[in-house]
């Protein structure tokens, strides 16, 4: 298994990150945290959740993702008429063979783009808990397991719009991280308009890894070490969402489990071998707000998810490094015991 312990490790998962990278920014413009974002859940084995109003880029940043990487991409388009088994697949009786033969459906595949996943019922939406959390579909009782590595980016329009469907908390559950591209700048949309007048930026978009270099990198990522101190501070920020007055539904166990794995990622984007609580600052809003359920009262009071977990981010103790020092000096001190693994 691939670790830190070999420093070549480290560089070429520098490299090869950088140049997918570049490639997505090269599709996306200036929204470089937003790309970052999506290649920090790639290395972590998550799967994304994009929300934005139309028109922004949110298919547009999956495909780019998808394209930068020599592997198996399929795109479903989440319907009100999709069914079940036209994700997951379906088993046909084959008169020749006098036997059931199965048919794989779009969920098969390396890297899956479920293009406005809230516009199908959510018994649609359900035929992805299995494959998103187990890796694998069951069908008549018969397992198939799914590629490696193997992630879902799924776009969606915000709840209040016309014709769709609230995503289930156990399929919100199941997403790692949600991220919303937003609008861009003046400058970079006029920088869009200069490159991308004429023609699809998707369409000269040529792969700069291949999908074992991923599998690599993702063994890589596992081997970053999490101090004791760090992988408390996770618990307690989760813990505090499940005792906030203004939320009745808070983060569950899994939510924790995503939050230390995408912190390793990020430490390992930022060519570290140990993770920060820096690592689980940045990452809290994306990883844990899209899990959490206001109250009646504070949506009243438009109290946002976002904004309970930037509270409890404010009121949760930061741990110190051995010695007194603070964030983001000295940090030796997070990486000196030996790894230990998620």
């Not at 649609?124 to 490696?148: H, K």
Request: glycine share 6%; charged share 25%; hydrophobic share 40%.
């Amino acid at each position: 298994m691939t670790t830190y312990d070999d420093r070549a490790s480290l560089t070429d998962l520098t490299a090869t990150v950088e140049r997918v990278r570049s490639s997505v920014e090269g599709v996306i413009e200036g929204k470089p945290e937003v790309v970052r974002l999506s290649l920090t859940v790639l290395l972590a084995e998550g799967h994304l959740l994009i929300e934005d109003v139309p028109g922004v880029g949110k298919t547009m940043l999956a495909k780019a993702l998808a394209r930068s990487i020599d592997c198996s991409v399929r795109r479903i388009q989440f319907t009100p008429d999709l069914l079940p088994s036209d994700i997951t697949g379906v088993s046909i009786w084959d008169q020749q063979r006098r036997d059931f033969e199965f048919k794989p459906g779009a969920i098969f595949a390396q890297i899956v783009i479920g293009d406005e996943i809230n516009r199908a019922s959510p018994k649609t939406q359900s035929a992805l808990l299995e494959s998103m959390e187990e890796r694998q579909v069951t069908i008549d009782g018969q397992t198939y397991e799914l590629p490696s590595p193997f992630m879902v980016v799924a776009t969606q329009n915000p709840v209040e719009m016309e014709g769709t469907y609230p995503l289930p908390e156990a399929q919100r559950d199941r997403f790692m991280a949600r991220v919303s591209i937003g609008y861009p700048s003046a400058e970079a949309e006029l920088q869009m308009l200069d490159i991308h007048g004429g023609v699809s930026p998707l369409d000269d978009l040529q792969p700069v890894a291949h999908a074992h270099d991923i599998v690599k990198l993702v063994d890589a990522v596992r081997g970053v070490h999490v101090a004791d101190a760090v992988r408390r501070y996770a618990v307690e920020l989760v813990a505090a969402t499940r005792t906030h007055p203004d939320l009745r539904l808070g983060a569950s166990p899994r939510a924790t489990l995503h939050l230390l794995r995408a912190a390793k990622a990020s430490a390992a984007l930022s060519g570290r071998e140990y993770a920060l609580p820096d690592d689980i600052q940045a990452l809290a809003v994306a990883v844990l707000a899209h899990r959490l359920l206001p109250t009646a009262q504070a949506q009243l009071n438009r109290r946002t998810a976002e904004q309970v977990v930037q509270e409890i981010l404010q009121r949760t103790p930061v741990p110190q490094q051995q010695g007194g020092t603070g964030l983001g000096h000295g940090t030796q001190a997070y990486g000196q015991q030996p790894p230990r693994r998620l």
